[in-house]
């Protein structure tokens, strides 16, 4: 075996650069643990599974199942059960009902008038010489003869009604009391509705069955004077009296008893109740449904009992098969932890925007968990609805996360949170690819927010996309029937309405979303740019050379921008609104002074650096005021970065050497003014966009400058420029490469040149500009 040659001295060298990689490994793993933004993405990861995993448990509970329906798989009973059999036991409560008595109420003033009536009337008559002598009411009302007089004023003792009269009457009112006349409708319902044989009479405080056949049609003249002479002659009733009784409740008829709803829907109720539940036994591996078959009440009711059972059974700790459960759940919040860690890693690794902010990690956090919930509330709410339901709330989240940050967030995050929401809702592969077609939709269609335009057309487009491939999914996954292919385009119509509920709900809350997210969308720009906003106005009235100024560098600004692929329109809008603090004191700045003295003339090089730097100040502040964007105040805070405010500086500088020239070398030293009192504040530009913004804004300017401003003495002014600009730092903070910094220094010559180019000399001396 061959030896090794390495010199000792080499190997030590190798071992100790080994020992400094793996310190170094160490250090930069511990530097990466201990940052405050890696301990936010653990708490919000916790608690993302924690809240998701949650969800996941109670909608896997759930029967997500809807009546009517073609199931999609066949299910048995898991463990013994015995369910009440509510069809059953509802049609035994329904015979129950049916036979409870009907309850009559009496009319009780109306017994008792024709009761003292009755018991009154000898005395009333007994001092009566003929029937002439007796009041006509009296004798129309009971149809008094000669021989009924005659036969009244025998039962008179004294002038008072005899005692076998007296019996007599309250024996035929005790009959009136339990064979109830009745008008004819009641009547009619009496005899036909119900199953029960007899009927509860309640006059006051007493109640009373009889037969149900002995209830009176008062509106049939032949039966009721039939009844009421039966009940007459009963009560010991004869000869002209028993005509006289009969008449009085004939000759008018008069219902005795009405029938008492309340108090009939009581008893039957209280019927119903005693009535035992009807059990049925469902052994262990009983079917339920099969694959293909339409889901009735009946055994969706099953279905929801074998569930409730099974879960109870797994939670039952006496049967020791609690570990199934928990075993299923530690599964599930196993798969919903590998997502978060999908997750966190996509954004740790592509999102920094999100990753850098941990209230950015909160919201969307907040915002996938939210969606989850409410996807799982709506699908166990409205099973039937689950086209709609599931795959919407996903592409909701898809859209305003293509929104708030960019396409490629959305279709990562939205893609995720589709597995999550299947995975929840125990959804197929079917589903899922109805999701994932709906991000990619909604993400190609999302490019760029400009008008409403596009969310309707962003709806219409993804509204169709995912129509379409539910019908293909349900091709492939459902059993193919007739109910199936009806069910199949309903689908497809909840599908696509989805998609248009997420365009219409993102139009309704994109101002909420702009604000939550703290962005700007194309809508928002659009409005900003345009010339008649209000802080613009006021910026042509109060400073017309300013805004002339910026709209030169919005137009160059915009082109860099296009050039390097950067969002133009809002770079565009940032320039227009950039040096808007110079409205403030609009004759310091030379663009407004026009052919007039420059102010600064007067006043030292400090007192103008403040007033040259205070144009910054002055238009964040209007920008609040006005309530500009965050990320357009960041184009008026970092235009000039914290670059060196060279004139004031030079002029300070010149003054300081010549009133401390007879003073010395030394003195001039500490004269001079340092260079970082004539920096602006800052910040640097933290964008691409307001980086190019530095650059256009400095070469405007600048250019003005120039004796003849030719195309390559404006090349080479906006190259040393941009250079000055790199050297001096302030791209740092952005992720400006030089390839970029080279395009838009070639787009900016492009674009200055065609300002300033040539012209023609006239005879006149005028110079006449050409299109």
Sequence with gaps: MAKDQTKPG?????????????RDWRAEAWRLIAAPRVGWGVVVSIGFVAVCSLIAFWAREQPLVSVGRVMNETRTVRVPLEIEDRTATEQNREIARRRTPFVYAADVPALAELQTALENLPKSLAAVPSLAEVDAGIRERFGLTPEMLAAIQREAVDGEPSAAWLGRVRAFSASLRK?????????????QEGLHSTIKLVAGAQSVSVPRGDVVNADDPVKLRETVTAMARE?????????????LVTQKPRATFRYDPAATATDQAAAAELVAPVKRRSPVGQVIFTRGEVLDPAKFELYQAELRQYLRALSDPGRGETWKLWLRRAGLMLAVAAITLALAGYTGLFCHRIRRNPARMVG??????????????????????????????????GVILAIAYDRRVALAFGSLHGVLTCLAMDQSIGVFAVIVTGLGATAWTLAELRDRNVLFRMGVITGVAMAAVTIVMSLIERPIGPEVLHEMLVDAALAGSGALLVAGATLFFLPTIERIFDITTGMTLIDLRDPKHPLLRELQQRAPGTYNHSLNVASIAESAADAIGAD?????VGALYHDCGKMNKPEYFVENQGAGPNK????????????????????????????????IQHFIESHHGTTLVEFFYHRARVRAEQAAKAAGEEE???QIPDEFEYRYPGPKPRTKESAILMVADAVESATRSLAEPTPSRIDALVRSIANKRLLDGQFDDCDLTLRDLSAIAESISRSVAAIYHGRIVYPSGQAEKRA
């Design 179 to 191: 064979r109830p006349l009745l008008d004819e409708q009641t009547w009619q319902r009496s005899v």
């Design 235 to 247: 009560a010991g009733f004869a000869g002209p009296l028993l005509d006289l009784v009969t008449g």
């Design 568 to 572: 133009s329109l809002l770079t565009y």
């Design 364 to 397: 969307a956090a907040v915002l996938l968990a939210g969606a989850l919930a409410a996807s799982a509330l709506a699908t166990a709410a409205s099973p039937g609805l689950a086209a709609l339901t599931v795959p919407t709330p996903a592409v909701l989240v």
């Design 600 to 631: 600064h003339d007067k006043l030292s090089p400090a007192m103008s650096l403040l007033v040259v730097v205070g144009h910054v100040k002055d238009g964040l502040e209007l920008a609040r005021e006005f309530n500009l964007p965050r990320n």
């Design 10 to 22: 080499v190997k030590r060298v190798r071992r100790l650069s080994g020992r400094l990689r793996e």
């Design 668 to 670: 001039i030293e500490r």
